[in-house]
């Protein structure tokens, strides 16, 4: 059985950094075939991709963001972690991390899709 | 980045009926297209991939249908539990979402 389970602090103060764990049970992070991403939903609004991460320890992060989001793991821990810097309230969310595998895009190779999710963490910013 | 266009932002509907949605993308994401239904308070639940694809245990009356960048999402006979939040998403490169779709009970 799949699961990812998001944890981390639930309120920050503007400027602090974020950082933010998902452990995964059902699948390891060692797999060349799967991967973890992050994604965030302010309240009210759409979901926001905001990175990945694979086995071999590969990494893509939303254009808008890169330059505040590093994605890491700890592979011996089934762990994949997100650091946020500088946050503001506008970055209040529910953060999931959601597993990624392959899927053929046909004669031109694949990419990769969110197949299970996590619950999700509510982060609040606010002084 | 590639921009997802989705419609209608929300829609009104009755148990039984027939209901649409669609999402354009600014360019040509060749079937790398999902759909998933969230619940308030609640993680996406994918529906579809590939764009015509059912995802594990999704319901039979879900499809999806579509090509190049326009791509449209059909409950055949809507169900009580239907009733929810439907997202497309491409992850042609860079995965991107739409804006959502709010379906409501009429």
């Known amino acids: 059985q799949v699961t990812l389970r998001e944890s981390g602090p639930v309120l920050m103060k503007p400027t602090e950094t974020l950082t933010l764990t998902c452990t995964v049970s059902?699948?390891?992070?060692?797999?060349?075939?799967?991967?973890v991403s992050w994604i965030r939903q302010p309240p009210g609004k759409a979901l926001e991709w905001l990175g990945n991460?694979?086995?071999?320890?590969?990494?893509s992060y939303s254009t808008s963001l890169k330059n505040r989001l590093t994605i890491s793991k700890d592979t011996s821990r089934s762990q994949v972690f997100l650091s946020m810097t500088n946050m503001d309230p506008v970055d209040t969310a529910t953060f999931f991390c959601?597993?990624?595998?392959?899927?053929?895009?046909?004669?031109?190779?694949?990419?990769?899709?969110?197949?299970?999710w996590g619950q999700g963490i509510l982060v609040t910013v606010s002084s | 980045d590639i921009e997802m266009t989705q419609s209608p932002s929300s829609l009104s509907a009755s148990v039984g009926d027939r209901v649409t949605i669609t999402c354009r993308a600014s360019?040509?994401?060749?079937?790398?297209l999902a759909w998933y239904q969230q619940i308030p308070g609640k993680a996406p639940r994918l529906l579809l991939f590939?764009?015509?694809r059912l995802g594990d245990g999704v319901p039979s009356r879900f499809s999806g249908s579509g090509s190049g960048t326009d791509y449209t999402l059909t409950i055949s006979s809507l169900q009580r539990e239907d009733f929810a939040t439907y997202y497309c998403?491409?992850?042609?490169?860079?995965?991107?979402f739409g804006q959502g779709t709010r379906l409501e009970i009429k």
């Open positions: 590939s764009a015509s």
């Open positions: 360019q040509d994401i060749s079937n790398a």
């Open positions: 959601a597993r990624i595998r392959p899927v053929s895009l046909g004669g031109n190779g694949y990419n990769w899709l969110e197949d299970y």
């Open positions: 059902g699948f390891s992070l060692t797999n060349p075939r799967l991967g």
């Open positions: 991460i694979f086995s071999n320890d590969v990494k």
């Open positions: 998403q491409h992850y042609y490169i860079l995965p991107g």
